[in-house]
C-alpha cells in the first residue's frame, strides 16, 4: 500500500513538473524578459535626468554612470 501511495505521487510530479516545463519553453518570447531589471538604471536622479549623468561626479552613482570619474 505504502510503495503504491509513492508510485502515484512520484508519478503525479513528474506529470506536473514536465507539463510545466513545456509551457515555459513552448513559447516564441521564452527568455525575452528573464533579465529585464538590468535595464534599470542606478539611481533616482541619473534616471530622471534621462541618464546624462556622466559629467556630475558629486554623489556614489557618478561611478555607475561614468567610471572615468
Given at each position: 500500500?505504502?510503495?503504491?501511495?509513492?508510485?502515484?505521487?512520484?508519478?503525479l510530479?513528474?506529470?506536473?513538473?514536465?507539463?510545466?516545463?513545456r509551457?515555459?519553453?513552448?513559447?516564441?518570447?521564452?527568455?525575452?524578459?528573464?533579465?529585464?531589471?538590468?535595464?534599470?538604471?542606478?539611481?533616482?536622479?541619473?534616471?530622471?535626468m534621462?541618464?546624462?549623468?556622466?559629467?556630475?561626479?558629486?554623489?556614489?552613482?557618478?561611478?555607475?554612470?561614468?567610471?572615468?570619474?
Amino acid at each position: 500500500m505504502m510503495i503504491l501511495r509513492r508510485i502515484q505521487i512520484s508519478f503525479l510530479f513528474l506529470l506536473l513538473t514536465s507539463s510545466a516545463a513545456r509551457a515555459a519553453f513552448t513559447s516564441k518570447s521564452a527568455g525575452t524578459s528573464g533579465s529585464a531589471f538590468l535595464k534599470i538604471g542606478a539611481g533616482a536622479r541619473p534616471t530622471g535626468m534621462g541618464g546624462a549623468y556622466t559629467s556630475v561626479s558629486d554623489d556614489v552613482n557618478a561611478v555607475y554612470w561614468n567610471t572615468a570619474g
